[in-house]
């Protein structure tokens, strides 16, 4: 099994990047998917989720308004729109992948089995 990030990139603030996040040897339709981040220096921390049917998201504090995460279930994919970007959003973007998701629990790095190589956003003028 393995999960693939990219999208990734240089940017400036107030800019966008859309990443994605594929997967072999599962699919990824039937599983809720995260998107975690870490800075140099400081621990993973959830960015947001979405189910496996799509019906329900979630948003860190920190990002709510400006992120947005979506699912293509044909194409097995899940995507993140991030815009309006800050340097303190500048991370490795890891996409992960659990059967289920508690929703008080989404954030919680340890639930999740299955984890991408990740993808570095870097927000700077």
């Known amino acids: 099994v393995q999960l693939q990030a990219s999208g990734g990139g240089l940017v400036q603030p107030g800019g966008s990047l859309r990443l994605s996040c594929v997967a072999s040897g599962l699919n990824l339709r039937d599983y809720s998917v995260g998107w975690f981040r870490q800075a140099a220096g400081k621990e993973r921390e959830g960015v947001s989720c979405?189910?496996?049917?799509?019906?329900?998201?979630f948003y860190a504090e920190s990002v709510k308004g400006r992120f947005a995460i979506s699912r293509d279930n044909a194409k097995t994919t899940v995507y993140l729109q991030m815009n309006s970007l800050k340097p303190e959003d500048t991370a490795v973007y890891y996409c992960?992948?659990?059967?289920?998701?508690?929703?008080?629990?989404?954030?919680?790095?340890?639930?999740?089995?299955?984890w991408g190589q990740g993808t570095l956003v870097t927000v700077s003028s």
């Open positions: 992960a992948a659990v059967r289920r998701v508690i929703n008080s629990a989404w954030s919680l790095a340890r639930l999740y089995n299955y």
């Open positions: 979405i189910r496996s049917n799509g019906g329900s998201t």
